[in-house]
């Protein structure tokens, strides 16, 4: 009997409810100090002279460290394909200017964090304040952040295919919209955090860091610290959530890793709540106009978006990323003639942006569905009827679209026509309209996604050790997805063991070969599929040891969310009644931990609707810094949210396995934000954008504008 | 997140605290549950010199049914009233206030007392004790004074405590006889700070309404009252316990549909 597609329980679970993972702050090491930043109070300033004289003075004070005293590069900046970015890289610490209220600004370095806080506040820092700039859609002819940088266009992008005029002008109705989808906090559980000791013996650095992996904080801290792999070690302990905002190392990283090679002493830093509000990587903060052209019977003929991108003072090496991915999935799950995307990332006096779950595909996804939703309205059709007829057919794949990726598989209607069988649509329609009836405010709405999953390529180690054990070392690293026990049933199918007998090694790069890591939820189709090659070569060649490294092209998870919602008149608050969710990852290695993701991508989907948006003052402070101002959902405020899968397997590689850590994150906006403009449709409101907080929705309700 | 480093006692006997309290030089801070207080602090949004913990002053720590009232002493944390018998029965209201009160961690350790102390108009209790009548035994080196809820609370976390007086106790009247009551919040997510609140005790035309975040203080819709008295009904009640609010802000029209409709539904609540 096989172990893959058994709903196995999660083994590592023990370890973490009985309190006994290290987390990084867990870890102890002799004579280990800790850092406090000093941080930019203004969103946009000339840095002058930084006087610490009174902090060093501070007992237990070891060091107060500016920018000219470390030895680092700024952190590299990263590109997408056809796109350019400006060489707007993160400084580890700032250099004569900042570019946003919670940039570091000095590292003091004392004997514990309380001494450490208690030192910034007596760092002097000569400020020059200058404008700030926030609104992506204006910053072209805004100041600018970096003397280089024209028209702070740090990411610009566009791509066109087909004759989009033509469509537009061929087309029997035109519908547009413009868009705000604000920025988001990633707020994992457990902060960001490094610890960095330098072992004189051989100069070796290792950096212990709350990460996703260990392999790009090598490459990134190898890049700023100028010190290849011999001279560097990154070890990940276990890390409480990352949500994406992981990826990247922080600027304080390199700034830790840098001053332990400077002073000679070991140091960590633990970033607290105020700093991860401030200074860890936002997501989302799009502006978009996109417009569809349209044949009378609903099939698109031609698309045109302009995507303003929010990407904050600097590019951390994935902020690029978003926007890109955003633009490149515009089509979703339709076969659109002709195309045209034009990207425009701003730079704004605001922290930078980066990957938060989903990481630019809620966005698209949002923006077509909601465009197709627009366009149903316009031609007076049905949403669930457009859709149909504009799918790309089960047969086109492998399907390229007209932006140039080529999706693996897929079987949209299949999956559209699940979710309406789970959720009932024509009870639920029927529901609606017998509440409409009522006085009751009460909408219906789907959404479609599709997920650039996997891709790059990664490594796996699998050796038989003499007491029966498997031990198997993986580029993959775990962050709360479950490789224990997904990873364990996929070995011990290829090698016909128990699952308990399978050890997995990750996150020391001493320890497991050179890799890639977990994001864009490629852990089990790419680390997955290594495992599968490398245990297929062990059992090929009798040996006790045998290694992989797995290379494929992208695969496209999909599928779609129908959300109903329901508007209290007298409040004007929203409640999400249910969600369904069908989501198609290819073969589904563990149902319960697919399930799981299901759950946790919705339930931040729907945080992303109700309450969570991160709002910056006209003088660029963030407002809502703190978990008193920013919301995150609770228990009591979910829905019930039912599961299905429907497993069109990838032909790209041994597991057929696609991606499942992110869809609930990118469809559920899509569905509710379609579900609340049907629920305003009777009182004459076209579009909202989210987050549908109370106050904006009452009033709608009132006849006012949003 | 550190707080500024501070002194800190904690002392067995209530004189002992009061005498601590008097300090002159110093800038002295009551701490008993710590659940406003201790945030600010790790903020350094409030850094006192000297902290005086209550906690082992066990004579704070009552909550009990003399006669007609219900007296609360300054170390009884909001879960005593949730699950006391005494207050089901004879003051529910505090009950049904207290389940508001943040999630479960911090009502085992916040105090009554504490949070009328810290005085944040978006905070439950000290509307459901408006509502109430109840009176404020505050003592000090210098002697004792018994205020109301008008006259302690001033202000946005501001009272009428001086900088050496202790609040001991809270004594609620017994709300009338055959009354119903009710406490209705509206917050972004269960357990976060309240946008909008009203607590009421209904018996006949005879009412009490409360209104939470209606302003800088736990406002008392005396009007509204009066209103119920001489035959109006609840909606126009709740038309009136909002009419004269000082509400500001972008937000303001919503704020006061929303704080009419949750006077609306207290008092169906409580009348029904």
Same mark, same amino acid.
């Given at each position: 009997?096989?172990?893959?597609?058994?709903?196995?329980?999660?083994?590592?679970?023990?370890?973490?409810?009985?309190?006994?993972?290290?987390?990084?702050?867990?870890?102890?090491?002799?004579?280990?100090?800790?850092?406090?930043?000093?941080?930019?109070?203004?969103?946009?300033?000339?840095?002058?002279?930084?006087?610490?004289?009174?902090?060093?003075?501070?007992?237990?004070?070891?060091?107060?460290?500016?920018?000219?005293?470390?030895?680092?590069?700024?952190?590299?900046?990263?590109?997408?394909?056809?796109?350019?970015?400006?060489?707007?890289?993160?400084?580890?610490?700032?250099?004569?200017?900042?570019?946003?209220?919670?940039?570091?600004?000095?590292?003091?370095?004392?004997?514990?964090?309380?001494?450490?806080?208690?030192?910034?506040? +007596?760092?002097?820092?000569?400020?020059?304040?200058?404008?700030?700039?926030?609104?992506?859609?204006?910053?072209?002819?805004?100041?600018?952040?970096?003397?280089?940088?024209?028209?702070?266009?740090?990411?610009?992008?566009?791509?066109?295919?087909?004759?989009?005029?033509?469509?537009?002008?061929?087309?029997?109705?035109?519908?547009?919209?413009?868009?705000?989808?604000?920025?988001?906090?990633?707020?994992?559980?457990?902060?960001?955090?490094?610890?960095?000791?330098?072992?004189?013996?051989?100069?070796?650095?290792?950096?212990?860091?709350?990460?996703?992996?260990?392999?790009?904080?090598?490459?990134?801290?190898?890049?700023?610290?100028?010190?290849?792999?011999?001279?560097?070690?990154?070890?990940?302990?276990?890390?409480?959530?990352?949500?994406?905002?992981?990826?990247?190392?922080?600027?304080?990283?390199?700034?830790?890793?840098?001053?332990?090679?400077?002073?000679?002493?070991?140091?960590?830093?633990?970033?607290?709540?105020?700093?991860?509000?401030?200074?860890?990587?936002?997501?989302?903060?799009?502006?978009?106009?996109?417009?569809?052209?349209?044949?009378?019977?609903?099939?698109?003929?031609?698309?045109?978006?302009?995507?303003?991108?929010?990407?904050?003072?600097?590019?951390?090496?994935?902020?690029?990323?978003?926007?890109?991915?955003?633009?490149?999935?515009?089509?979703?799950?339709?076969?659109?003639?002709?195309?045209?995307?034009?990207?425009? &990332?701003?730079?704004?006096?605001?922290?930078?942006? &980066?990957?938060?779950?989903?990481?630019?595909?809620?966005?698209?996804?949002?923006?077509?569905?909601?465009?197709?939703?627009?366009?149903?309205?316009?031609?007076?059709?049905?949403?669930?009827?457009?859709?149909?007829?504009?799918?790309?057919?089960?047969?086109?794949?492998?399907?390229?679209?007209?932006? &140039?990726?080529?999706?693996?598989?897929?079987?949209?209607?299949?999956?559209?026509?699940?979710?309406?069988?789970?959720?009932?649509?024509?009870?639920?329609?029927?529901?609606?309209?017998?509440?409409?009836?009522?006085?009751?405010?009460?909408?219906?709405?789907?959404?479609?996604?599709?997920?650039?999953?996997?891709?790059?390529?990664?490594?796996?180690?699998?050796?038989?050790?003499?007491?029966?054990?498997?031990?198997?070392?993986?580029?993959?690293?775990?962050?709360?997805?479950?490789?224990?026990?997904?990873?364990?049933?996929?070995?011990?199918?290829?090698?016909?063991?128990?699952?308990?007998?399978?050890?997995?090694?990750?996150?020391?790069?001493?320890?497991?070969?050179?890799?890639?890591?977990?994001?864009?939820?490629?852990?089990?189709?790419?680390?997955?599929?290594?495992?599968?090659?490398?245990?297929?070569? +062990?059992?090929?060649?009798?040996?006790?040891?045998?290694?992989?490294?797995?290379?494929?092209?992208?695969?496209?998870?999909?599928?779609?969310?129908?959300?109903?919602?329901?508007?209290?008149?007298?409040?004007?608050?929203?409640?999400?009644?249910?969600?369904?969710?069908?989501?198609?990852?290819?073969?589904?290695?563990?149902?319960?931990?697919?399930?799981?993701?299901?759950?946790?991508?919705?339930?931040?989907?729907?945080?992303?609707?109700?309450?969570?948006?991160?709002?910056?003052?006209?003088?660029?402070?963030?407002?809502?810094?703190?978990?008193?101002?920013?919301?995150?959902?609770?228990?009591?405020?979910?829905?019930?949210?039912?599961?299905?899968?429907?497993?069109?397997?990838?032909?790209?590689?041994?597991?057929?396995?696609?991606?499942?850590?992110?869809?609930?994150?990118?469809?559920?906006?899509?569905?509710?934000?379609?579900?609340?403009?049907?629920?305003?449709?009777?009182? &004459?409101?076209?579009?909202?954008?989210?987050?549908?907080?109370?106050?904006?929705?009452?009033?709608?309700?009132?006849?006012?504008?949003? | 997140?550190?707080?500024? #480093?501070?002194?800190?006692?904690?002392?067995?006997?209530?004189?002992?605290?009061?005498?601590?309290?008097?300090?002159?030089?110093?800038?002295?801070?009551?701490?008993?549950?710590?659940? %406003?207080?201790?945030?600010?602090?790790?903020?350094? *949004?409030?850094?006192?010199? @000297?902290?005086?913990?209550?906690? @082992?002053?066990?004579?704070?720590?009552?909550?009990?049914?003399?006669?007609?009232?219900?007296?609360?002493?300054?170390?009884? =944390?909001?879960?005593?009233?949730?699950?006391?018998?005494?207050?089901?029965?004879?003051?529910?209201?505090?009950?049904?206030?207290?389940?508001?009160?943040?999630?479960?961690?911090?009502?085992?350790?916040?105090?009554?007392?504490?949070?009328? $102390?810290? #005085?944040?108009?978006?905070?439950?209790?000290?509307? $459901?004790?408006?509502?109430?009548?109840? @009176?404020?035994?505050?003592? %000090?080196?210098?002697?004792?004074?018994?205020?109301?809820?008008?006259?302690?609370? *001033?202000?946005?976390?501001?009272?009428?405590?001086?900088?050496?007086?202790?609040?001991?106790?809270?004594?609620?009247?017994?709300?009338?006889?055959? %009354?119903? %009551?009710?406490?209705?919040?509206?917050?972004?997510?269960?357990?976060?700070?309240?946008?909008?609140?009203?607590?009421?005790? #209904?018996?006949?035309?005879?009412?009490?309404?409360?209104?939470?975040?209606?302003?800088?203080?736990?406002?008392?819709?005396?009007?509204?009252?009066?209103?119920?008295?001489?035959?109006?009904?609840?909606?126009?009640?709740?038309?009136?316990?909002?009419?004269?609010?000082?509400?500001?802000?972008?937000?303001?029209?919503?704020?006061? #549909?929303?704080? =009419?409709?949750?006077?609306?539904?207290?008092?169906?609540?409580?009348?029904?």
């Amino acid at each position: 009997m096989s172990w893959v597609g058994r709903s196995v329980p999660r083994r590592e679970d023990v370890r973490f409810l009985r309190g006994e993972a290290t987390y990084l702050d867990d870890i102890e090491l002799p004579g280990l100090l800790e850092g406090a930043f000093v941080r930019s109070p203004f969103a946009h300033a000339q840095l002058g002279a930084v006087d610490a004289s009174a902090a060093r003075r501070l007992p237990g004070v070891v060091a107060v460290l500016t920018g000219s005293d470390l030895d680092a590069e700024a952190l590299p900046v990263g590109g997408v394909e056809g796109g350019v970015v400006a060489a707007a890289g993160h400084p580890v610490l700032a250099r004569k200017k900042v570019r946003y209220a919670g940039e570091a600004v000095a590292l003091v370095v004392a004997e514990s964090r309380a001494v450490a806080e208690d030192a910034a506040e +007596l760092v002097n820092v000569d400020y020059e304040p200058l404008e700030p700039v926030l609104d992506p859609r204006t910053a072209a002819s805004a100041p600018l952040l970096h003397d280089d940088v024209a028209e702070n266009a740090l990411l610009r992008w566009s791509r066109v295919h087909g004759n989009v005029d033509g469509a537009f002008a061929a087309a029997t109705a035109v519908v547009g919209q413009s868009f705000h989808i604000p920025r988001l906090v990633a707020a994992p559980i457990e902060t960001r955090g490094a610890i960095a000791r330098r072992d004189p013996a051989g100069d070796v650095l290792t950096v212990w860091c709350s990460a996703q992996d260990p392999h790009r904080p090598l490459a990134q801290l190898g890049h700023s610290l100028r010190r290849d792999r011999d001279r560097l070690r990154v070890v990940v302990p276990d890390v409480g959530g990352a949500f994406g905002s992981k990826g990247a190392v922080g600027a304080e990283v390199a700034a830790v890793a840098a001053a332990a090679v400077e002073l000679g002493v070991p140091i960590r830093w633990t970033e607290d709540r105020t700093e991860n509000f401030l200074s860890s990587y936002q997501g989302r903060g799009l502006d978009a106009d996109v417009e569809l052209a349209l044949a009378s019977d609903g099939r698109i003929l031609g698309l045109r978006a302009v995507l303003y991108a929010d990407l904050g003072g600097y590019l951390y090496p994935t902020t690029a990323v978003a926007p890109h991915t955003t633009a490149m999935l515009l089509s979703g799950t339709y076969r659109i003639p002709a195309v045209s995307v034009e990207i425009f &990332g701003a730079a704004t006096t605001k922290v930078p942006t &980066g990957p938060y779950r989903g990481a630019g595909r809620p966005e698209a996804a949002l923006l077509i569905e909601r465009m197709v939703d627009l366009a149903a309205l316009e031609l007076e059709l049905d949403p669930i009827e457009v859709r149909r007829r504009n799918f790309v057919p089960p047969d086109a794949f492998p399907y390229e679209t007209p932006l &140039g990726w080529t999706y693996d598989s897929g079987s949209f209607e299949r999956c559209l026509d699940a979710v309406l069988e789970l959720g009932e649509i024509d009870r639920l329609r029927e529901e609606r309209d017998r509440a409409r009836a009522e006085g009751r405010v009460v909408g219906i709405g789907v959404g479609m996604y599709v997920e650039r999953a996997g891709g790059l390529w990664e490594s796996a180690e699998v050796r038989l050790e003499p007491d029966g054990r498997v031990v198997v070392r993986t580029g993959s690293s775990p962050h709360g997805q479950g490789h224990e026990t997904t990873f364990a049933q996929i070995v011990a199918d290829e090698l016909g063991v128990d699952p308990a007998a399978v050890e997995l090694v990750w996150g020391d790069t001493r320890e497991v070969p050179p890799g890639v890591g977990t994001f864009a939820s490629r852990s089990v189709a790419m680390g997955g599929s290594a495992l599968v090659t490398a245990a297929r070569r +062990l059992t090929a060649s009798g040996g006790r040891e045998a290694s992989a490294r797995f290379e494929s092209g992208l695969v496209f998870a999909s599928g779609a969310y129908l959300a109903v919602v329901e508007i209290d008149p007298g409040t004007g608050r929203l409640r999400v009644c249910s969600v369904a969710a069908v989501d198609d990852s290819g073969r589904i290695v563990n149902p319960l931990l697919a399930e799981g993701q299901v759950l946790g991508a919705t339930v931040q989907g729907l945080g992303q609707c109700l309450v969570e948006e991160a709002i910056h003052d006209e003088e660029g402070q963030l407002r809502t810094s703190s978990l008193a101002d920013y919301s995150l959902l609770t228990a009591a405020e979910l829905p019930a949210i039912e599961s299905r899968f429907v497993e069109t397997p990838s032909p790209l590689n041994p597991l057929g396995s696609k991606g499942i850590g992110e869809g609930g994150a990118i469809a559920t906006p899509a569905a509710v934000a379609n579900a609340v403009a049907d629920a305003l449709a009777p009182f &004459g409101v076209r579009h909202v954008d989210p987050p549908f907080t109370e106050a904006k929705l009452w009033r709608l309700l009132q006849g006012g504008a949003a | 997140m550190k707080p500024a #480093a501070f002194a800190y006692d904690d002392p067995r006997e209530l004189d002992e605290a009061l005498t601590l309290l008097a300090r002159e030089d110093e800038d002295v801070k009551v701490l008993a549950g710590g659940q %406003s207080l201790v945030p600010l602090l790790n903020f350094r *949004l409030a850094r006192p010199d @000297r902290l005086v913990d209550l906690n @082992r002053v066990e004579q704070l720590g009552y909550l009990r049914r003399e006669g007609d009232v219900l007296r609360i002493g300054a170390l009884a =944390r909001h879960a005593d009233l949730e699950r006391s018998a005494e207050v089901a029965g004879g003051w529910p209201l505090l009950a049904q206030a207290a389940c508001f009160v943040g999630h479960p961690q911090i009502r085992a350790r916040g105090t009554v007392c504490g949070s009328v $102390a810290h #005085a944040d108009p978006a905070a439950e209790l000290p509307v $459901a004790l408006a509502a109430l009548d109840a @009176r404020f035994h505050v003592r %000090s080196v210098r002697g004792s004074r018994v205020l109301s809820a008008d006259e302690l609370f *001033l202000g946005y976390f501001t009272t009428a405590l001086e900088p050496d007086e202790l609040l001991v106790e809270i004594e609620v009247p017994a709300p009338p006889a055959g %009354s119903g %009551s009710a406490f209705v919040e509206h917050a972004r997510t269960h357990g976060d700070f309240a946008l909008a609140g009203a607590a009421a005790i #209904a018996a006949g035309a005879e009412a009490r309404m409360a209104l939470l975040a209606a302003g800088p203080v736990p406002v008392r819709a005396r009007a509204a009252e009066a209103l119920l008295a001489s035959g109006a009904s609840f909606a126009e009640a709740a038309d009136a316990a909002v009419a004269e609010l000082g509400l500001a802000g972008e937000d303001a029209d919503w704020r006061r #549909a929303l704080l =009419r409709e949750l006077v609306l539904r207290a008092l169906e609540e409580a009348g029904a």
